[in-house]
Structure formats: structure tokens, C-alpha cells
């Protein structure tokens, strides 16, 4: 069946600097394609998504481009902040059914 | 406007005990899912509805008895419950392209 692969966390970063979070995805077609996130102690959040190949989703500074040839679907962030530190999600959506990544998990420090 | 609720927060079961746990959605939205967040392992569903009286199952039903009589209420049933079903249970409802996910509940089976 369909997947979705994310790196593995946890990823530490200092404040402002660049975060990159890898997800590829395997699909039969092209499928819609999500970011969330999930705060300390909360359920998840949609940050960000897109629909179709070569579509940026963006929101709250983050970025990620669906990228059909490479079916991946990364995830950015020029500069990061404390409060950014979380589990990101990446995730496609396959038939009426929404398929997750394991997850990685974000630390900011100051 | 509560948007998605679960209840309890936090429960601690016996092997074998049962128990519901609730979620109900104020948005009247008809797709309500549930799942269970293990570490390293990301969401996986349990089951869901796409409307009053259909279910379906998800990735990891079994254990799992699920009903939808209202439009609101999406109750999970542990009939039996086992250590394995140790877990974080998040409901989740709306379109997929935007789901809503409630505060989870933190289950533990001894």
C-alpha cells in the first residue's frame, strides 16, 4: 500500500537556523499531500498543505514543494524559533483516508 | 465553539476491563476517524465514519468496536482491553484536506 517516510528525529537546531524535515512519499497517483504539527501535550495541527504536483503549501514560515518526480514533499523553515520546537507530521492522503508518517520531532534551543 | 473534545485525558486500565472512550465535534462535520499514536510509529487508524450509521476500519481495528448514531458523537470501545492497546487516542474529524484533531487520550493497560 501507499507510505509515507519521514527522517528520523530528533532533530536539534539553535535559533534562526535553517530546518529542513525529509519526506517522500510512494503513491499510485498523485495524492494530497500534509504538514502538521503537534505542540507539547496537544493533538495535531494542520500547518500546511498541497494539492497537486509542483504546488507550495506555506504557513507560519514554513514551506514544503510537492515534488512529483522525487514523490517528496519536504518540509522548511529559513529561521527557526523556541517555539517552533514540536513533531512534525508529513502525511498523503490516499482514497477517504488520511496516511502519517512517524513523525519527527523538533528542538529549538536558544 | 469547543470544536473536538476527548474524554477522559488520562485513564489506567486492567487487562481485560472495558472501556469508551469519548469524542464529540460541535462543527457538524460527517467524517470522524480515530487513532493511535505510538512512538516511532506515527498515527495509525483505527477506524472511521463518513456519516451518521457507516463505519469503517482503518490500518489496526482489531480490539476495536466503533459506532456513530449522531452526527457528533464518534465513541471508541475497548471491549477486553491488553497491554498492547497501550496508547495515545486522538479523534480526528472533518475533510480530509483539513482535519481537525481533538487533545488525546493517554491510555495505559497493566
Known amino acids: 500500500g501507499n507510505s509515507v517516510t519521514q527522517m528520523e528525529g530528533p532533530v536539534t537546531l539553535s535559533e534562526e537556523a535553517f530546518l529542513t524535515i525529509n519526506c517522500t512519499y510512494t503513491a499510485t497517483g498523485y495524492p494530497s499531500l500534509f504538514w502538521y504539527v503537534q505542540y507539547p501535550g496537544e493533538g495535531l495541527q494542520l500547518l500546511l498543505k498541497?494539492?497537486?504536483?509542483?504546488d507550495k503549501g506555506s504557513n507560519k514560515g514554513f514551506e514544503a514543494t510537492y515534488r512529483k518526480e522525487t514523490t517528496s514533499f519536504h518540509l522548511e523553515k529559513g529561521s527557526v524559533q523556541v517555539s517552533d520546537s514540536a513533531v512534525y507530521f508529513c502525511?498523503?492522503?490516499?482514497?477517504?483516508?488520511?496516511?502519517f508518517g512517524q513523525g519527527t520531532e523538533l528542538s529549538v534551543k536558544p | 465553539n469547543a470544536g473536538v473534545t476527548q474524554t477522559p485525558k488520562f485513564q489506567v486500565l486492567k487487562t481485560g476491563q472495558s472501556m469508551t472512550l469519548q469524542c464529540a465535534q460541535d462543527?457538524?462535520?460527517?467524517?470522524m476517524s480515530w487513532y493511535r499514536q505510538d512512538p516511532g510509529m506515527g498515527l495509525r487508524l483505527i477506524h472511521y465514519s463518513v456519516g451518521a450509521g457507516i463505519t469503517d476500519q482503518g490500518e489496526v481495528p482489531n480490539g476495536y468496536n466503533v459506532s456513530r448514531s449522531t452526527t457528533e458523537d464518534f465513541p471508541l470501545r475497548l471491549l477486553s482491553a491488553a497491554p498492547s492497546q497501550t496508547s495515545v487516542y486522538f479523534c480526528a474529524t472533518g475533510p480530509l484536506n483539513t482535519q481537525y484533531f481533538g487533545p488525546g487520550t493517554r491510555l495505559t493497560v497493566l
Open positions: 498541497a494539492t497537486k504536483a509542483d
Open positions: 462543527m457538524n462535520h460527517e467524517y
Open positions: 502525511a498523503s492522503k490516499e482514497g477517504g483516508k488520511l496516511i
